[in-house]
């Protein structure tokens, strides 16, 4: 996902901004290949970010949503939603309800973050959004025209 840099660095004549994958990096020569071509430089900041440490639980990454990006950020929302509007349709109890539960992995700033957000959530849009599911129905949706 692009962050708006360029608005940051409007004005600035001197500065060069271009999307590109580096995929090696030649110090002697200081040089880098980048699937764009090659970018000469005299000095050279590398920052390459981070990805989700699941600290070797290999059940904990193929089960989960990672949150560092904005697209895992929709993609996360996405999923949420959706999760949602099947619990509406389905009858079984144990189903619906494992719809519904949310689990947050790892209780650092993101995780802490991203529990205040649904609580708010449940509080102040769940009842407005899917009042079937709000807490008034205890989770039980209302399916019009079923027994
Ligand atoms: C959900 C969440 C909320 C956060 N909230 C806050 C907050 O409120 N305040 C705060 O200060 N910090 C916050 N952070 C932390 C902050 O986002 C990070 O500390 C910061 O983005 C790190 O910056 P960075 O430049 O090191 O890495 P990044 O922002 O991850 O940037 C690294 C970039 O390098 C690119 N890259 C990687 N490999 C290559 C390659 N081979 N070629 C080209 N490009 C490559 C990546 O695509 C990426 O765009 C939050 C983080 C998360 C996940």
Do not use: C, W
């Not at 590109?20 to 880098?32: D, F, Q, R, T």
Request: net charge negative; no cysteine.
């Amino acid at each position: 996902m692009l962050f708006p840099l360029r608005r940051l660095f409007t004005n600035k004549p001197n500065i060069h901004i271009r999307v590109a994958e580096i995929e090696s990096v030649h110090p002697e020569e200081k040089y880098l290949l980048t699937n764009e071509g090659r970018v000469n430089y005299d000095i050279l900041v590398l920052a390459t970010g981070v990805t989700t440490n699941y600290y070797g639980n290999k059940d904990i990454e193929k089960h989960t949503y990672s949150l560092k990006s904005v697209a895992d950020a929709l993609y996360l929302r996405n999923a949420i939603l959706s999760d949602l509007e099947k619990a509406l349709t389905i009858r079984e109890d144990d189903i619906r309800q494992g719809l519904l539960d949310l689990a947050i992995v790892g209780g650092g700033p993101t995780g802490v973050e991203l529990a205040g957000s649904f609580a708010e959530f449940k509080k102040y849009i769940l009842p407005q959004e899917y009042p079937e599911l709000g807490r008034h129905t205890n989770g039980h949706p209302y399916h019009p025209g079923r027994q």
